[in-house]
């Protein structure tokens, strides 16, 4: 037989067109304390809570109110309807009720045991909110800004260690803690607090991947303000940002992993399709990626006779960029691919050859549109999480679980950072020093990306008892070891008040002075990135922005007809156009890495180029007064052949 | 007997996530094409195509191919499940179906005769959005975009004219549609093409106001272009601001008169209920939206000794004005009252007060977010629109209906401009003349806020009639009248190519000339502004911004001690400081117009104050080179008191 009863009294329309806004206004009202709390903290020059902390507190405080102050609106609910005609859930339902046919909407498949869940408080309910709304709307425009953000000189030198942090540590940190758990599993089944079936190894491996997302946000942060060593900033940064992109891959590998028979035996076969899994859908993400940069740079890079650019309209091309960012997160989802990959991609190609078509007014619009949309979702992420360790209604707190989550997360981060970095600094010239390396170990924070892939599946008992604890280890993490990244800093002797200008012009004098210092900080980027930088500055930046060379004089001479065509008018004579003073330091920096003869320190130059990392999100493009002055200091170097 | 059928297969874990990525790709795609397309016509200075109406061609040709080309991917569906038990619809449903249990949430309540609409193409119902998507996400940030830049002084300087087209005009506007349209359903009905029962009285009042929403964005975007008279503008522009929020009231006020006994009888305590209701809403939507502002100013404006002004964080304050903006749209909607038109004076008050006190960085990232996210919202509705009338289902095309609308508003906008205007130039000494007249007649478009308030009820037969109505009289004026706006300004001799600077100055000279002249643009502000004015000036602006006189000065001697605290410590000394050079302007600007002591053009003064109309947007502060300048021509001026 069938039964329905319902779960909520009436709603009338007017209840229909103001719902949710009580929710967002509370969301709203957490945001705002926020701010004014961070703002209160700046004043004080109080650095033990960055304003994802406190974004955190907060909400942790209303979801305690939420949940213990108002009442559950009605009782009688959560009654389960039987029907045995139906295979599956149907994506909507039309139910006729005493005349009056309602249409419903599939939200979701629940398992039994969490059916209690939806028999309390419909405030709570309405609190807690689909997760697909976390990678599609909150992490694209972190992630992107990312990205867009990037300091290029500093990551480009760092690019190999980076690449080793993001692959091989974030493998290493997936495996170790997916084994630790499994061997903690085992203990809970011994004692009896887990039955054998529920846990599988591939489950261990699942939370092994989700936890290898680090979030040194608040650490950051931190650094930034301090003026913290340039490298140390890179090589943490930069192994953040493309570590999420692994990680998100990496889960989604490990969730399709499936072997036949036994799940706990190894499947050799499966293995092989989820490691091309991984390989395919990372190669897909980032080409989805960099070709939807590509096509905005040319299309910004257009310059028909007949046509004023683009650039002569800010608004048009903001939302033109704007639009195709977010194209390519899309596209990457509607073919199966990682969005959030794929947008990581876009905004540092992007940063590399698009912002340098763009007219001054963009450059600085897209820069702080992406700045304040970064700002606001990371705050609503994180107040979110404070939120959810209260309003999410199924959690599953297991102590022993907690404990082995939090053991196997600081083994991992150390059986990730020490041996890479022994490794890395075999090759490397210029060491990462061991101070470096319990800073990076310190700075293993979780955040964001754990949580949202820990909430995208939350059906079963195994993944409640993963989401409880990823939630109590970006707590743990954010707020103590957050917190603690001041008084660590001083106690790993760590330079901090570094001018980022005399950095930059004592690396170049010690460069210029003795020719081992020089070989010192290309060492790493010149065996193969000698090759790709060759190719992008000869290449691609004639060919999708208005610096470099003109390709009539790159390419081989009977290509110059093509060559004519695709090269910009303004490629050729007039670099001290306004216009194009911003690129031809472009050329200048390149010349300066990769032509040795041309490397002599001017102070100009030092400055000009060392301005990159003086603002974050500044892209390394420099001040434009300084690019001037610098151009006049170099006139030889600009003459084009 | 109970019957559940299946609607659509099964989804797939993936499907979930990346439901729609497909959608959302359309429109981005559709809003790349249009803002290419844009950009061409630009370049040919070609303006008989807004990018409204380019996003609405496309939108229309997209739904032509989604509508004809995709395929239905099944057929069996829509079916009805009976269900005697439930009096009414539960807000979730929770179905165990083979041992699996979903759950499903409430949609909407859905007419007998519209369910065909849902066996029908998936993709075509997917591309149908939730109406309250353009109320609670695309509208707010394009109506406080509005008032946010609303060009004060000319808004202030017409405000009488604007009051009486906004509430008078509307008002008149919604009755004569009303009885138009009850005219031809009276005839309609004698021709049977409709049933007496279905289309009463109210439901042509209620048509009458959601069509008397005027949206002259496009002839708004070409008098901007072409520079066209500064009175002008101003009177469309406050009108057509105004005239929504009115519109939207008086919408609601409509759908909830219900007389008791006979629908189009006329019931008096109905009647004075619901202007009661419209009169209440609209004092409280107006309250709540500049009280939230009210806040902001007293935020960005606190400056207490051991505290560093927010805008020395300009991600803070922006953050903070973002949020308490939308919060005053949240709290207006979460209590029940019109979080658009809250909103809309949220913005004013931004733009009069906390604007003053933001950090110059601030004041652009505002201005520049707003204008984005108008930008795109805009667009993004006038693509849905001309997706709409083929993806939407449930289209009632009624020829005759469509022809009396387009009667009735033409009529109606007549019956509006014309008589009030008459009864205007009575009162005014600068009279708004003939073509004036004839070309505000003209822009009387259709836009987002009529077809926002159609959609948000389509439910019963003469509801999609009304919707299927406004969306093609959305069309016709948006292409035919904006289309025509160029030819228009060239038939009436309406002086274009206006150099808001010279403008200007030669009302201040002749201002300054004749003394008949100089009353005349102070007429009609003069007797109930003058009072608000200085109650302004005197009280408000020293206590929430850093202009005016300190209040120690304009309050009685007893209230000294309160008047010293709350007085910002710079408005006693210090007028020169970088920060306050912003304001003393403001108090200029003041003098000048109701301080006729004080009255004598020095051209400096006159660069600086015109400025505020050169940019769209500029929100009539004038430039800061300008008004340092302005500061150093009239040094007396600002010693105060």
Known sequence: MEKLKKYVSVKDEDHFYHQGAVELLIFNFLLILTILTIWLFKNHRFRFLHETGGAMLYGLLMGLIIRYVTKSPDVESGTIYECEKLKSGPSTLLINITNQVYEYQYKREISHHNVNGHQGNAMLQKMTFDPSIFFNILLPPIIFHAGYSLKKRHFFRNLGSILTYAFFGTAISCIVIGLIMYGFVKAMVHIGQLKQWEFHFTDCLFFGSLMSATDPVTVLAIFHELNVDTDLYTLLFGESVLNDAVAIVLTHSISIYSPKENPNAFDAAAFFQSVGNFLGIFAGSFAMGSSYAVVTALISFMHLTKFTKLCEFPMLETGLFFLLSWSAFLSAEATGLTGIVAVLFCGVTQAHYTYNNLSADSKMRTKQLFEFMNFLAENVIFCYMGLAL?????????????????????????????????????????????????????????????????????????????????LLIVFFTVWVFGGGTTPMLTWLQIRVGVDPDEDLKATAVSQSASNLDKNTT????????????????????????????????????WCNPVARLLTSPSAYGDQLKEGDTDYIINNDELTENYEPSAHIPVPGSIQATGKEDIQEGDLGLGGYKLQLQHVACQPQKNSLA
Chains 1, 2 share one sequence.
């Open 390 to 470: 209260f309003t999410f209604q199924n959690h599953i707190f297991n102590p022993l679980f907690i404990f082995g989550a939090l053991v196997a997360v600081f083994v991992a981060r150390a059986s990730n950072i020490y041996p890479l970095s022994f490794l890395l600094n075999l090759g490397r010239k210029q060491k990462i020093p061991r101070n470096f390396q319990h800073m990076m170990m310190f700075s293993g924070l979780r955040g964001a990306i754990a949580f949202a892939l820990a909430i995208r599946d939350t059906d079963s008992q195994p993944k409640q008892m993963m989401f409880t604890t990823a």
């Open 522 to 557: 290309k060492a790493e980027s010149a065996w193969l990135f000698r090759i790709w930088y060759g190719f992008d500055h000869k290449y691609l930046k004639p060919l999708l922005t208005h610096t470099g060379p003109p390709l009539t004089s790159t390419l081989p001479e």
